[in-house]
């Protein structure tokens, strides 16, 4: 019996080691601010540190199907030095032409002072990432590459959030790592006119995106939900 309790003890030990050098243990420098979001039964709401909700006219919406109902996603921005975004989403039967209730969140693009250049055009807020006929909401985000980042320090990042229920948004892990792979190839690739401080800042940004799609780092699911 002492024997098998040394054992057991033993390998709690190395499994504690183990769990110490993870590199796992090490967050990433991508943090999604919201994890879930709940959908009202009705109208619009703003998230936590969100603007209020403006108007939308119908023919501003881009959509989306995603299963018996359909998402609807506006965007204004950029604006300020700070690249800020109020970004409205909506859901509705497939028979509305404009959605009757959503959400209001706002966010920064500055993180494209580094990537300068995106190969598929304008910034999409809604997409079907995997070409499975469902379309899911991207929302674009910017992580500061070290803890005393100035604006021309930042990255960019995008979450990929899907219809769950008729009532939420969760954030798809898998689909917000596949959007990170391709940022992080459009950060590889090489500018026509860039300086070496820039180039430094384009490999610290492709290496961290890197380390999340790869799930070499960590993230703290601190965030509203």
């Known amino acids: ?22 590199p796992l243990s090490s967050p990433c420098l991508m943090q999604p601010a919201i ?14 540190d ?28 950029p604006s300020g030095s700070g690249r800020y975004w109020n970004v409205t989403v909506g859901v509705s039967e497939k028979q509305s032409s404009e959605p009757i209730r959503g959400v209001c969140l706002s966010t920064s693009t500055v993180g494209w002072r580094t ?28 992580f500061p590459l070290h803890n005393e980042a100035s604006l021309a320090e930042y990255a960019l990042v995008a979450w990929a959030y899907q219809l769950e229920s008729p009532d939420s948004l969760v954030i798809d892990w898998d689909l917000s790592r596949e959007l990170a792979r ?32 790869d799930e070499d780092c960590s993230i703290t699911l601190e965030a509203h939900e």
Not at 1 to 22: E, H, Q, T
């Open 1 to 22: 019996m002492r024997m098998i309790f040394l054992v057991v003890l033993f390998g709690c030990l190395c499994a504690n080691s183990a769990l110490a050098s993870d």
């Open 35 to 48: 994890l879930s979001i709940v959908l009202p039964e009705r109208g619009f709401t703003s998230m936590p």
């Open 50 to 77: 969100s603007d209020t909700c403006a108007n939308v006219s119908a023919k501003e919406w881009k959509r989306g199907t995603s299963g018996p109902q359909d998402l609807f996603v506006h965007a204004d921005g």
């Open 115 to 142: 990537l300068q250049r995106y190969s598929k055009g304008p910034l999409s807020w809604l997409d079907d990432v995997d070409d499975n006929g469902i379309s899911e909401v991207i929302f674009w985000d910017s």
């Open 182 to 213: 391709a940022i992080k190839k459009e950060y590889r690739s090489p500018l026509k006119t860039t300086t070496g401080y820039r180039e430094e800042r384009r490999t610290q940004a492709a290496e961290a995106l890197e380390r999340f799609a």
